[in-house]
């Protein structure tokens, strides 16, 4: 089997078994005043459109497509890896014009089903494929700059002088969060003359960083959270889709605790939560997909890989809502500085993760 891999330097995990059949895929109505015929699909990853993270995010922006743009919609819901295979395969079968596979995992089966169907057109979320593939369209988001953000947040917010992350798996669109959450601080440091600890992830020690090694048990993420509280951190970003509840889960249960989101705004989608959410990295995912859904649409489908940046608010930094008397005026403006700096190119985030846009 090839390799396939984030375009940027990716040396994730093996690719997952794509053994088991995958449920039927659901198709959507289309609506009265449908465009040319056009269908646009999706294939989730294995934690549902309901995981209130970048499954739901990106399913977002099809339905925004079915609304607004009239095409017909379907998709195929993968509970499983080993469903992907199939689930991709049943979007070809259905007729799609334009196939958008939500995340790393789905790599390998989007690479193989794009080379078996050269005329099917597709888009893969939070990845690329290697060799880049005609009609494979990458749609990729460069999150380290947006966490940097949040990363001087939380340094200048924590009353413990300890803050922490942890990742579900080392893949690259996880620790691209880490990478700039770290460098956030570590900029707070340097110009206050501060000495704010990092837990969880070190950007020179990767093979060292903290991962629940999965994205659907919401137990292991309280669990790590409630480690890292005892070593000292009151600040405290996961980057583990689902299983970020946990951490918020654990949180609650400590006075002066806080979490940072990631994907989307956290504050939007845990009402209960609301008084601990400081801040959320987001990754437009839901744009980008409607974004590449009309181009598609117009018959200008291309293969270059789409980058969210600041600049082009493919990423972003949510309100501080219920927290915002936390967050020091200075810090506010600080960031605010920052966000200029990032966007008119005199300040480079790095990552190893990061894709040029250049």
Known sequence: MKKFAQIAAISAAAALALAACGDAPDDATAPDN?????????????????????????????ERAGSELGIEIADAESTDAGEYNTNVDAMVQAGCNLIFNVGFNLADATATSAE????????LIDSGVEPAMDN?????????????????????????????????MP?????????????GVA????????????????KA?????????????????KEMTEQLIAQGADVIMPVAGPVGEGAMAAAAEHDGVYVVGVDTDAWEKYE????????????????????????????????????GTLENGGVGIADFHDLA??????????????????????????????????
């Not at 040319?36 to 922006?61: I, L, W």
């Not at 690259?172 to 700039?180: A, E, K, L, N, R």
């Not at 990295?281 to 789409?306: I, R, S």
Request: proline share 4%.
């Open 34 to 62: 449908a465009s040319a015929d056009f269908k646009g699909c999706m294939v989730s990853d294995f934690g549902g459109f309901d995981d209130n993270s970048f499954n739901e995010t990106s399913y977002s922006g099809l």
């Open 136 to 168: 494979v369209k990458p749609l990729l988001f460069n999150t380290h700059e947006a966490a940097y953000l949040a990363g001087y947040v939380a340094a200048g917010v924590t009353e413990t002088g300890t803050v922490a992350t942890f990742g579900g």
């Open 205 to 221: 020690k990767p093979d060292a960083g903290s991962f629940t090694e999965t994205f659907e048990e919401i137990g292991k993420g």
């Open 116 to 123: 078996a169907n050269p005329e099917q057109h597709y888009a």
């Open 272 to 307: 209960s939560y609301r008084p601990l959410l400081l801040t959320s990295v987001l990754k437009a995912m839901d744009q980008a997909v409607f974004d590449t859904a009309q181009t598609a649409l117009n018959g200008e489908f291309d293969a270059t890989p789409y980058v």
């Open 325 to 358: 008397a936390e967050v020091p005026d200075e810090v506010k403006t600080k960031v605010e500085e920052l966000k200029a700096a990032i966007i008119d190119g005199s300040l480079t985030v790095e990552s190893p993760s990061a894709i040029s846009v250049n």
């Open 187 to 202: 900029k707070y440091n340097e110009d206050n003359d501060a000495d704010v600890k990092v837990l969880g992830w070190d």
């Open 171 to 183: 893949y690259p669109s996880v620790t691209i969060f880490m990478d700039g959450f770290a460098d």
